[in-house]
């Protein structure tokens, strides 16, 4: 482990995607921002309250374009990948920051895709 605040077993792996997530069996998609990911969770940056801790997430990740610009409530992309996690962390993000709240994941099946 690079630092005391690394407690992954496997690197992180950059990807900014845009995503959607709902959780348990609630139909109502929020969207949000995958910023990395690695073999066994993600770290996503959300502008609503987060989700509670351990509660269960259906995530979406939307197909866009390479434009920088795209927003998160844009969710206008196909579904790439679909990934069911479970929340374990949470934190407010700095008022510098592009969202409010950042969420720490654990994967609980591996990623599917459409």
Known sequence: MANGF????TPRIPHRAIIRYCSGNDDEYR???MINHNATGMYLELNYPPPK???????????TPPDSSHSPEDETGAVTARYFAKVIWKKNLPI???AEYGVGLNCLVPPQDD
Request: proline content about 5%.
């Open 6 to 9: 690394e407690k992954r077993r």
């Open 31 to 33: 969207p949000g921002r």
């Open 53 to 63: 801790l351990g509660e269960e997430l259906q995530i979406e990740v939307l197909e």
């Open 96 to 98: 510098s920051s592009q």
